[in-house]
């Protein structure tokens, strides 16, 4: 299953070609158990996805890390599509960057991938001593063959968005991507466009600012993220730091596939909305609002007004459809992106949330809704949580969801999703008029884990997906 051809490298040749792909079989996603009360490890879980196997819709293989309270949250490749043209190199390692314990584990997916097993573990200190970062989050390999891990601080806390650079064949610490001094003051992801010498990374915020929960005192403080960083991908430095208009924690962010585009977009979770990052003409970046939630007023809930929490945003390998979650409000959203500067709502629905009808929030004022939406029950299970890691199929018509956010948010926001394990769902895609359908036969209860109750995370295909993988 790691990607092989006579003459070419890992993944396609281009997004295009990746449509063409073979159906998913098997998913890779990590179960979280740090702030769930159970002393465990987190572990990377093996899911069958195959409707033809007798064992689908189950967790087919669990591997646990050697350590606690990692928080692994998400995961890459030690080489995908960026190095199609390298015929000796194989997807064939899952990077695990810890969120909180600032760890890495490199995961053997190659030598059996109904299997996985652990191949290297990189410690914190090696990470603090050789690059003074910590609190890793999103992991690309690139086409030098190298990967790299962007970061949330530095090794005490304190806000420090750099970038952790691995050898991609020994997963030795090589140092930091950007020149010493050079990191951005906040960081969380990034995606980089080579044909035009940029990079853009986003920011959450410190690491002692989010890690034991939300505060919404931190946001008047200014403590949380409102910008983009556009960096130099030849000379490692940021060119442009984008102050976004209305943008509050600007969290998970996606050029357009194809290489030659100079836009994408990015979601701002707080301020709920969709921004558009585009390049001018004299070479400078801006970004505009395309996409805007309104909030809900409402009762019984932290604050008088709920925004929808968009935490993740993906767009279909054809650029044609972008596809996001709002956590809190509770739905999943499909709009048509054939036109970048004007979305068109084409596909919703409700799997969840924190306003359904019965619970304990009373929605006063709603500028979508006539009325709160039915809790969700699918093969017998009351799904808790909201809508949050998403991952379409290569041909488009699959979206699998998973409804964790990050542990110590999942037990302040939905205290039920601690106690119950989160869920993974399918939702069926409609992509020639666009429209979103539950399947009703899939659910993978994470509530049910050997261990007890465990939160599951971000999804991977053994192939390669749309988040994973960048084409140059």
Same mark, same amino acid.
């Given at each position: 299953?790691?990607?092989?051809?006579?003459?070419?490298?890992?993944?396609?040749?281009?997004?295009?070609?990746?449509?063409?792909? &073979?159906?998913?079989?098997?998913?890779?996603?990590?179960?979280?158990?740090? =702030?769930?009360?159970?002393?465990? &490890?987190d572990?990377?879980?093996?899911? *069958?996805v195959?409707?033809?196997?007798p064992?689908?819709c189950?967790?087919?293989?669990? /591997?646990?890390?050697?350590?606690?309270?990692?928080?692994?949250?998400?995961?890459?490749?030690?080489?995908? +599509?960026?190095?199609?043209?390298?015929?000796?190199?194989?997807?064939?390692?899952?990077?695990?960057?810890?969120?909180?314990s600032?760890?890495?584990?490199?995961v053997?997916?190659?030598?059996?991938? #109904?299997?996985?097993?652990?191949?290297?573990?990189?410690e914190?200190? *090696?990470?603090?001593?050789?690059?003074?970062?910590?609190y890793?989050?999103?992991?690309h390999c690139?086409? +030098?063959?190298?990967?790299?891990?962007?970061?949330?601080?530095?090794?005490?806390?304190?806000?420090k968005?750099?970038?952790?650079?691995? *050898?991609?064949?020994?997963?030795?610490?090589?140092?930091?991507w950007?020149?010493?001094?050079?990191?951005?003051?906040?960081g969380?992801?990034?995606?980089?466009?080579? #044909?035009?010498?940029v990079?853009?990374?986003?920011?959450?915020a410190?690491?002692n600012?989010l890690?034991?929960?939300?505060?919404?005192?931190?946001?008047?403080?200014? /403590?949380?993220g409102?910008?983009?960083?556009?960096? @130099?991908?030849?000379r490692?430095?940021?060119?442009?730091?984008?102050?976004?208009q @209305?943008?509050?924690i600007?969290?998970?962010?996606?050029?357009?596939? =194809? &290489?030659?585009?100079?836009?994408?977009?990015?979601?701002?979770?707080?301020?709920? =909305?969709?921004?558009?990052?585009?390049?001018?003409e004299?070479?400078?970046w801006?970004?505009?609002?395309v996409?805007?939630?309104?909030?809900?007023?409402?009762?019984?809930?932290?604050?008088?007004?709920m925004?929808?929490?968009?935490?993740?945003?993906?767009?279909?390998l *054809?650029?044609?459809?972008?596809?996001?979650?709002?956590?809190?409000?509770? @739905?999943?959203?499909?709009?048509d992106?054939?036109?970048?500067?004007?979305?068109?709502?084409?596909?919703?629905?409700?799997?969840g949330?924190?306003?359904?009808?019965?619970?304990?929030?009373?929605?006063?004022?709603?500028?979508?809704?006539?009325?709160?939406?039915?809790?969700?029950?699918v093969?017998?299970?009351?799904?808790?949580?909201?809508?949050?890691?998403?991952?379409?199929?290569?041909?488009?018509k699959?979206?699998?969801?998973?409804?964790?956010?990050?542990?110590?948010?999942?037990?302040?926001?939905?205290?039920?999703?601690? #106690?119950?394990?989160?869920?993974?769902?399918?939702?069926?895609? @409609?992509?020639?008029?666009g429209?979103?359908?539950l399947? &009703?036969?899939?659910?993978?209860?994470?509530?049910?884990?050997?261990?007890?109750?465990?939160?599951?995370?971000e999804?991977?295909?053994?192939?390669?997906?749309? +988040?994973?993988?960048?084409?140059?």
């Amino acid at each position: 299953m790691a990607t092989k051809c006579g003459s070419c490298g890992p993944g396609y040749a281009t997004p295009l070609e990746a449509m063409k792909g &073979p159906r998913e079989e098997i998913v890779y996603l990590p179960c979280i158990y740090r =702030n769930t009360g159970i002393e465990a &490890p987190d572990y990377l879980a093996t899911v *069958d996805v195959d409707p033809k196997s007798p064992q689908y819709c189950q967790v087919i293989h669990r /591997l646990p890390v050697p350590n606690l309270k990692d928080e692994l949250h998400h995961s890459g490749w030690n080489t995908c +599509s960026s190095c199609y043209g390298d015929s000796s190199k194989a997807r064939s390692k899952l990077v695990l960057p810890c969120l909180i314990s600032s760890r890495v584990y490199v995961v053997d997916v190659g030598t059996e991938p #109904r299997a996985p097993k652990l191949h290297k573990v990189i410690e914190p200190e *090696d990470i603090h001593a050789k690059c003074g970062l910590g609190y890793l989050h999103t992991s690309h390999c690139l086409a +030098s063959g190298e990967v790299m891990i962007s970061t949330l601080g530095d090794p005490k806390g304190n806000g420090k968005g750099g970038f952790v650079l691995l *050898d991609g064949e020994t997963f030795e610490v090589k140092g930091t991507w950007e020149k010493p001094g050079g990191a951005a003051p906040l960081g969380y992801d990034f995606w980089y466009q080579p #044909r035009h010498n940029v990079m853009i990374s986003t920011e959450w915020a410190a690491p002692n600012v989010l890690r034991e929960g939300f505060n919404p005192a931190d946001v008047e403080a200014g /403590l949380y993220g409102s910008h983009l960083y556009v960096w @130099d991908w030849q000379r490692h430095e940021i060119v442009q730091t984008l102050p976004l208009q @209305d943008g509050l924690i600007p969290l998970e962010i996606r050029f357009l596939h =194809n &290489p030659a585009a100079a836009q994408g977009f990015v979601g701002c979770a707080l301020s709920s =909305n969709i921004q558009r990052f585009f390049k001018n003409e004299g070479g400078t970046w801006s970004a505009e609002k395309v996409i805007q939630v309104p909030p809900k007023k409402v009762k019984g809930w932290i604050l008088p007004e709920m925004p929808g929490l968009i935490t993740d945003i993906l767009l279909s390998l *054809d650029d044609r459809f972008l596809y996001f979650s709002n956590w809190l409000h509770g @739905d999943l959203r499909q709009y048509d992106i054939s036109d970048p500067q004007k979305p068109r709502l084409t596909g919703q629905l409700f799997l969840g949330g924190s306003i359904v009808k019965g619970g304990p929030v009373q929605v006063l004022e709603d500028q979508e809704l006539k009325s709160q939406p039915e809790p969700l029950v699918v093969k017998g299970k009351r799904v808790a949580g909201g809508p949050q890691m998403i991952q379409l199929s290569l041909d488009g018509k699959r979206l699998y969801v998973t409804t964790s956010l990050y542990s110590a948010w999942d037990k302040q926001f939905y205290p039920d999703l601690i #106690r119950e394990g989160s869920v993974m769902l399918q939702v069926d895609v @409609d992509t020639v008029k666009g429209g979103l359908k539950l399947n &009703p036969n899939f659910l993978v209860d994470f509530g049910k884990e050997p261990l007890g109750p465990a939160l599951a995370h971000e999804l991977r295909y053994p192939g390669g997906d749309c +988040s994973s993988d960048i084409w140059l």
